[in-house]
């Protein structure tokens, strides 16, 4: 690493200083440029007043820091792993690629000297082979090769990368399929419907109505595998119709807002989704111990990059179905409970409906299936860059076109037919979601219910004389307490808070 002739590395004391400063104004002019796109990005948001898309953006700051810190973590502890030395025996088993011969490992050296030589710094990135010889000398194996750590390196990076481009995209898509439910809203309010002129001024019978024939009537009283089974092939071709829409927005606002029959529905999801997004583009801990446990699996012969390419597959499948069950399900429910009724049909919303009467159980699915589906896409072109196509760890042709077939797959179905889906049938659990409010409400709202709280709190100890809370205070308190409670997992404060202020009112 001295100064010495031949092919012999040179470090920073025999280095040009022009080349020295000419690699630190190109990193540190790049890294300027990407934080100021980020940055006018953020603001651009704000002045659009799109909250919730600034706080995806935050989150992928924070992605971003994260992998900075992996990155700052390996190059710092890249010495210190080279000297952590086991037995040879142990570096023959659980292999990716299967060991024959010294020809590929050769070929495959070759390929990486020639990558890293295009990148500045690369070439010292394999100078550690010359540590290599402290666990030799030892007649150990290090525990892994700098060039390997380098690899692993660039993986992770690829893999965020990856998650992050592919959430965005599927959330940009099915919010364009969204939209184009803008015109079902915009028909209804120009109808000037009001859903309590509509339920005194007809009496509908049930059998009858559209929406159970179509969702119900042949499938559900007969067999309930026919019923999930034309849930299943429901969701490839017009999963949402504007009857559904319709009769899913009358059901919603009967239920929560009774008092404003012109409340636009499409904004209020739309708002929902833009917040979701926030949660789908990150990368919580159970997602890289998919990752780590992947990479453990990673065994030569056992193909696990086909086996777990279903995995998403399966999930978004069963994800779809239930989705477009819940719907049927709403259908039955009435159909069991009338003949007729007067005025038109609604469906009663219900958390009952959904596995383990979660509805945001959805997105944590959602969230697993597309960071999976990333994952795999990112690994096969991280493969075929790093090691080419021919690679052992690439795999047969048969095993890889049909991962390729499933992610492409997953990716249009996700982004047409199952985000979609999300968005409309999970506004039918019995709860809803403080986007129901405008951004100034909702702010008002933080402020009322940590208050709230904290009155519920002393409350038991001293009487508080003030002004009693009106109930649509109450009610935004509630939506609030309840919508971070649920977020942090504590159900004990929901039910603290929530009957606290009722006793207030009352």
């Known amino acids: 690493m001295g100064g010495g002739g031949g092919d012999q590395e040179t ?14 104004t190109v990193i540190v002019a790049i890294s300027l ?22 706080e995806a953006l935050q989150k992928i700051k924070e992605e971003l820091m994260l992998l900075g810190f992996i990155s700052l973590l390996l190059t710092v502890s890249q010495e210190r792993i080279l000297k952590i030395c086991i037995p040879k025996h142990l570096t023959n088993h659980w292999l990716p690629c299967k060991k ?58 690829v893999l965020a990368v990856s998650h992050v481009t592919f959430s965005a995209l599927t959330i940009l898509f099915g919010g364009i399929k969204i939209r184009q439910w803008k015109s079902w809203e915009d028909s209804i309010q120009k109808e000037e419907y009001n859903p ?59 239920t929560h807002c009774k008092g404003n029959p012109k409340f636009n529905f499409h904004e209020y999801m739309i ?42 597959f399966g999930l978004l499948l069963a994800v779809g179905t239930k989705l477009e069950h819940v719907i049927t399900q709403l259908a039955g429910e009435v159909a069991a409970k009338h003949i007729a009724v007067e005025g038109d049909l609604v469906v009663k919303p219900s958390d009952d409906h959904f596995w383990f009467h979660r509805p945001r159980l959805v997105l944590f699915l959602i969230h697993i299936i597309l960071f999976q589906n990333s994952f795999e896409i990112a690994f ?22 049909p991962r390729l077939v499933i992610g492409v797959f997953v990716q249009l179905l996700c982004s047409y037919s199952t985000l979609p889906l999300y968005a409309i049938v999970t506004q039918m659990g019995t709860s809803f979601k403080k986007e129901i409010f405008d951004e100034h409400i ?65």
């Open 196 to 254: 309590k002129e509509v339920l005194l001024s007809k009496v509908t019978h049930v059998q009858d109505h559209d929406f159970v024939k179509g969702r119900f009537l042949g499938f559900g009283k007969r067999s309930t595998l026919l019923s999930w089974l034309h849930s299943f092939v429901k969701q490839f071709f017009g999963s949402v119709t504007k009857l559904d829409y319709i009769t899913l927005r009358l059901g919603f606002i009967m």
């Open 442 to 506: 909702q702010d008002g709202l933080v402020v009322w219910a940590k208050k709230a709280r904290r009155r519920a709190v002393n409350g038991s100890n001293q009487v508080v004389h003030k002004e009693s809370p009106s109930p649509m205070a109450v009610q935004l308190s509630q939506v609030e307490t309840q919508e971070s409670a649920m977020e942090e997992g504590k159900a004990g404060e929901i039910r603290l808070a929530t009957n606290q202020l009722n006793s207030k009112v009352n």
């Open 380 to 401: 096969f072109f991280w493969i075929w860059a790093q090691y080419h196509f021919n690679s052992c760890i690439m795999g047969q042709v048969g095993y890889i076109i």
């Open 33 to 54: 440029l990407v934080e100021r796109i980020l940055h006018y990005a953020g603001k651009y948001l704000l002045k659009k007043k799109q909250k919730p898309l600034y």
């Open 100 to 157: 024959d011969d010294d020809e590929d490992a050769h070929e495959t050296v070759h390929f990486q000297t020639n990558f890293f030589s295009l990148i500045p710094g690369g070439r010292h990135l394999l100078s550690g082979s010359a540590n290599s010889g402290y666990c030799e000398a030892k007649d150990k194996a290090p525990l892994l090769s700098l060039t390997a750590l380098h690899h692993l390196h660039t993986f992770i990076f």
């Open 271 to 312: 708002r929902v989704l833009e917040a979701d997004f926030k949660k789908v583009v990150g990368i919580s801990w159970y997602l890289w111990l998919f990752v780590v446990l992947f990479l453990l699996l990673n065994i030569h012969g056992w193909h696990a990059y086909f086996w777990i390419s279903f995995t998403p």
């Open 11 to 24: 470090n920073l004391e025999f280095t040009p200083t022009w080349v020295v400063a000419l690699v630190c």
